[in-house]
């Protein structure tokens, strides 16, 4: 283990750190590369009017919008983000699923011993680990995957997520790790917030209550950049979401049990959509009942899902797959009487403006006023490799669109 500054007592307990054998210092450690997720974070949350921080940050450099990949959740899209293949190809398919083995496996983003499994992470490689192999030390915090031996290669620095440690905290950790000395110092850093996603659920996108969420994560972004300029670090901050987030109500619902029956098989997720495995030897009734025309929904089997979906093909696909309407939900009975009157949700359709991203940079590489179209987000993958000098893995993006942002030989300060 390497010792890190410590940032309290708490902090020494909650916060796991691991290292394996030092490489050589890098021009990326004085010149960092920062990766900041804010959960759930519309494009059009900036323009509410309480974003100081990301609005002077978009206007010194890059702001854009991006389309989710399929489907819209947290865990396929945040590795998505990072080893540039679409959720179908890089093996985290949903918040939960199954691998049918054998033996048969489970997952679930609650569940640590699972989060912490390679097994479930090592279809594709992330950023971290090309990083971490051309000796640019990497400290992903909170990142899905980051806890695990990715191709058996832990990141230099990482920490066991905790949902209860500050915006604040979670910044100062950041900083920490950019106080080591040069040659212990990370090149390349994520940090992750998830305020905006939960009260984005609990109250949905257009709620007043979700202004503070909104204003604390902001405030911690600009904590993250004073901290970096009273270091003299010229990083390359690059600021992405998963997903957006659209309104539901109580009742825009279709009830579980009215659609498939009991007993024709399990249901792994409801809500934005219903992924479902049969019963052995009722597989016929359960595609019967699911592939029934009904309204405010549509269903496959995981062979005919459209292809412009880019899903479907993983063994861990469930077998069927029915999408939700966007701001209809399909939950259980027993659910019901939980609902909120108004609420949020994601995993609706990816063309769905309500489940765009957003996308802000700045930065030493990042061309200011840059503003390109919409793009998808696994060309934040070739960004990254771009900004960090790799030569990256092949994956599904491209700079087409997104390269504008970067500046170009004698641009570069």
């Known amino acids: 283990m390497r010792p890190l500054p410590i940032l309290s007592a708490v902090l020494l307990f909650v916060l796991a750190a691991c290292a394996h054998a030092p490489g050589p210092a890098q ?18 949350y900036l323009d509410r009017g309480i974003t100081p921080n990301l609005s002077t940050m978009a206007a010194e450099g890059a702001r854009a919008e991006m389309r989710p990949s399929f489907p819209s959740k947290t865990f396929p899209n945040h590795y998505t983000l990072v080893t540039g293949l679409r959720p179908d190809r890089n093996g985290i398919v949903d918040n939960t699923m199954e691998d049918p083995g054998p033996p048969l496996r489970r997952f679930a983003m609650a569940d640590r011993e699972q989060v912490r499994d390679a097994f479930w992470w090592d279809d594709a490689k992330p950023i971290w680990v090309s990083a971490e192999e051309a000796g640019i030390r990497a400290a992903p915090m909170f990142w899905p995957g980051s806890e695990a031996a990715v191709r058996g290669v832990r990141p230099t620095y990482w920490t066991t997520f905790q949902m209860s440690l500050s915006p604040d905290a979670r910044v100062d950790q950041i900083l920490a790790w950019l106080d080591l000395p040069l040659e212990e110092r990370p090149g390349f850093l994520t940090l992750y917030f998830d305020e905006v996603d939960t009260y984005g659920h609990m109250y949905g996108p257009n709620a ?54 009991p007993g024709l098989g399990r249901p792994l997720t409801t809500g934005a959509f219903l992924t479902f495995v049969p019963e052995a030897g009722r597989e016929a009734e359960a595609k019967a009942a699911l592939l029934s025309p009904r309204p405010h929904m549509e269903c496959w089997e995981k062979a005919e899902i459209p292809a412009r979906f880019h899903y479907g093909r993983h063994r861990r696909a469930a077998p069927l797959f029915c999408l939700m309407e966007t701001g209809w939900e399909i939950a259980p009975r027993g659910s019901l009487a939980r609902r909120r009157a108004v609420g949020g949700n994601h995993g609706f359709d990816p063309e769905d403006p309500q489940m765009r991203a957003v996308f802000v940079a700045a930065g030493p590489d990042i061309r200011q006023g840059a503003r390109p179209p919409v793009f998808d987000n696994v060309d934040v993958y070739p960004l990254l490799a771009r900004l960090l000098g790799l030569a990256g893995e092949p994956g599904d993006g491209d700079l087409d669109e997104v390269g504008a942002v970067l500046v170009h030989g004698s641009e570069r300060r």
């Open 208 to 261: 007043t209550e979700l202004d503070p969420a909104i204003a604390r994560t902001d405030s911690a972004i600009g904590r993250l950049r004073q901290g970096l300029k009273a270091r003299g670090l010229d990083a390359n901050l690059v600021v992405v979401a998963d997903h957006g987030m659209a309104e539901v109500r109580a009742e825009k619902v279709v009830v579980l049990e009215d659609v498939v029956p």
């Open 27 to 44: 021009d990326a450690s004085s010149r960092p590369v920062i990766l900041v997720s804010i959960d759930g974070f519309r494009p059009d």
